[in-house]
């Protein structure tokens, strides 16, 4: 039980990815669908930020010059994860743009009534 706290935060974003993914498998609604796909990348972003932290380090901020590296926790991760907030930003942007504009034509977000519509269409 003891590694449960102590990798508390890979746990954390499992169980948060894996709430994003069956709310993406299971909703039918196309909101909710990009409500699930923002909670998989929050978990991602979690992972990556507790991989990158290390007990007892510092931030990498240095002011009178390096004097000894080990002190200080590894900046890569954290830049990765500003790097994926915007981008996932910016899909969730296009996603819901793209759900504004199948609401206008179809009248509905609902992912089942929007495969029958389509299916009249091709008839």
């Known amino acids: 039980m003891e590694w449960l706290i102590t990798y508390r935060f890979e746990v954390a974003a499992v169980i948060l990815f894996g709430i994003g993914f069956m709310n993406l498998l299971l909703r039918k609604n196309l909101i909710k669908k990009i409500i699930g796909f923002n909670i998989m990348d929050s978990s991602v972003f979690l992972f990556l930020a507790s991989q990158g932290y290390i007990e007892g380090r510092i931030a990498p901020i240095v002011v009178d010059g390096v004097q000894d590296v080990s002190k200080y926790i590894n900046p ?15 899909v969730s942007a296009f996603f819901l743009a793209l759900v504004q504009r199948i609401y206008k034509k179809y009248h509905t977000i609902e992912l089942d009534e929007l495969l029958k519509i389509m299916k009249k269409e091709e008839d």
């Open 76 to 90: 890569i991760p954290s830049g990765l994860v500003l790097t994926g907030i915007v981008v996932s930003v910016s």
